[in-house]
């Protein structure tokens, strides 16, 4: 008589719980350039901002969880450890689309009392590849303009933004309404290597002069602003240019906000690009996720000095400009 086969007993995984779970059960959708997107039933989408670091935005709204630009500086990868997705590659390779969006927000809206502001784009572009297919920023932008007395800040690279320039357009009729495009650098090749999936820098402005022609107020965020690699007085000069000539309404920069989990796929990036600032970086970084006071009140001095040589707002801003400025800061 043959022995019986053998079979070890699985070892059980960690309980999985909120929204780690609700990723587990999520049903993949396709997969294209080594990306999976997925369906994730979200409780919510409209969350509540609580932090110590005094954020000018009451709200966020990310349409998306991970994001496909898979910018190597990119802050926001830790968002995955929340799912039990803890490479840090998962959060540009596994994005996750929420369903039900417009509606969770129709219901969502109420909660928001008048003078507080809600952030779209926070921790994934709400304009990224999946957008042209799933249509999820588009979505919640149309519940958007149906309210009224909502102030709303867009932050994203890519655009794609253009193609809804008749519902942003309506959303700014009875709202406050600013598009913040992030452009790192106006050099095309660094630009790919750093951003690799992100749309080119040109065509950033590009968008950012075909909405202001629209009549809706977008500007510039720089960051973040990379050490010895995107610093450069003259780098920062031809780029706060490029946003004059595209008819920015601002421009405000932010020196890099480097968290574990950045640096783990940064500074790999930085060996191989380059190498000899890597020893710089780890010695700047050792201590805290942010540059010291000194770089960032020189960066500060040779922003407001390009403002200034080029026609930008220095002193007097308007209340959405303000808050571009300190959401740029909040967010890199």
Not at 67 to 88: D, I, Q, S, V
Not at 208 to 230: F, K, S, Y
Request: hydrophobic fraction near 40%.
């Amino acid at each position: 008589m043959d022995s019986p086969l053998l079979f070890e007993e699985p070892v059980p995984g960690p309980k999985l719980v909120g929204i780690a779970r609700i990723a587990a059960d999520s049903q993949s959708l396709r997969e294209a350039h080594n990306v999976e997107y997925f369906t994730l039933a979200a409780r919510s989408l409209l969350s509540r901002v609580v932090s110590s670091r005094n954020l000018p935005f009451h709200w966020a709204i990310n349409p998306y969880r991970g994001c496909e630009f898979a910018c190597k500086y990119c802050y926001a990868r830790y968002t995955h450890e929340f799912m039990e997705l803890r490479n840090g590659l998962d959060f540009e390779r596994k994005i996750f689309v929420k369903e039900q969006a417009a509606s969770l927000l129709r219901s969502e809206l109420k909660k928001v009392r008048v003078g507080e502001q809600i952030a779209i784009g926070t921790a994934t572009d709400p304009y990224q590849p999946a957008e042209r297919r799933f249509e999820i920023t588009r979505a919640i932008l149309e519940e958007l303009a149906k309210h009224s007395g909502l102030e709303i800040g867009i932050v994203t690279k890519s655009n794609l933004v253009t193609r809804d320039a008749d519902v942003l357009r309506r959303i700014a009729e009875h709202n406050q309404l600013f598009v913040n495009v992030t452009v790192t650098t106006m050099d095309i090749d660094l630009a790919r290597r750093l951003e690799p999936r992100a749309p080119r820098p040109d065509l950033r402005m590009e968008a950012i002069r075909q909405l202001n022609l629209a009549g809706i107020d977008a500007g510039v965020i720089c960051a973040p602003v990379l050490p010895e690699i995107t610093d450069h007085p003259r780098d920062l000069e031809a780029l706060v240019i490029a946003a004059r000539d595209a008819g920015a309404k601002y421009i405000y920069a932010n020196s890099l906000f480097l968290k574990p989990c950045s640096a783990a796929i940064f500074l790999p990036w930085l060996e191989q690009n380059f190498p000899e600032a890597v020893g710089r970086y780890r010695i700047r970084y050792a201590d805290s996720a942010f540059l010291p006071k000194s770089y960032t009140g020189h960066l500060s001095q040779l922003m407001t000095a390009l403002r200034r040589k080029y026609g930008f707002p220095i002193s007097g801003l308007g209340q959405g400009e303000k808050r571009a400025e300190v959401t740029q800061m909040a967010l890199f």
